[in-house]
């Protein structure tokens, strides 16, 4: 027997855009089920199930997001030649206007538009990830759910500099999908038929 190693072929870690649908799917209803509670009545939110959508909605989330980004940029890494020239030219064009969210340093008042590459660094070296909440605009000591805006805050540090991040999550989900779609297309409606 041959030892694989050996072997001729590059061998990238491999990418299963299916899994990264799905994960965006999943960050997705997240944050859709949690803004659909918000400004609900008190006594309107409650028992089994939403006692469990709030213990593990967050922590989902976070994972969703980590995941995405970590393969993402594992991805984007090992790209090059004309597969590299495709994919800097779909986040231009998906990402390339500051829509994604940005970027604060403590130290400093000016606020940057994130890259897709550095919003993915972000949420990988985030040590906070804390999605933000609204509850319909009511007064906040009355009793109405909150639900969450789909903005995350992300808050880190690089070295002693503490940096934070505004991220609109919609933006991150629907660029990763742009990404996943153009580089493992989805099968056709005609295709899905036969």
Request: charged residues 30%; negative net charge; glycine residues 8%.
């Amino acid at each position: 027997m041959e030892n694989p190693y050996w072997h001729d072929f590059y061998k990238p870690h491999p990418i299963n855009f299916e899994e990264i649908r799905d994960l965006c799917f999943d960050a997705y209803s997240i944050i859709s089920a949690s803004h659909a509670m918000a400004g609900l009545p008190g006594e309107e939110v409650g028992g089994t199930l939403h006692q469990y959508f709030w213990r593990t909605a967050e922590p989902r989330l976070s994972h969703c997001f980590l995941n995405i980004a970590i393969r993402l940029r594992t991805f984007e890494d090992a790209l090059e030649g004309e597969g590299r020239k495709q994919y800097d030219k779909l986040i231009a064009h998906h990402a390339g206007d500051g829509e994604l969210g940005s970027l604060g340093w403590t130290d400093k008042t000016d606020r940057i538009d994130l890259t897709f590459r550095e919003t993915c660094n972000k949420i990988i070296h985030a040590e906070d990830f804390r999605p933000t909440y609204d509850n319909g605009s009511n007064d906040r000591n009355e009793d109405f759910a909150w639900g969450m805006t789909g903005i995350i805050e992300l808050m880190g540090r690089l070295g002693k500099r503490e940096w934070n991040v505004w991220l609109t999550a919609d933006e991150f989900l629907s660029t990763s999908l742009e990404v996943a779609n153009h580089f493992d297309p989805l099968p056709s409606n005609d295709e899905d038929e036969e």
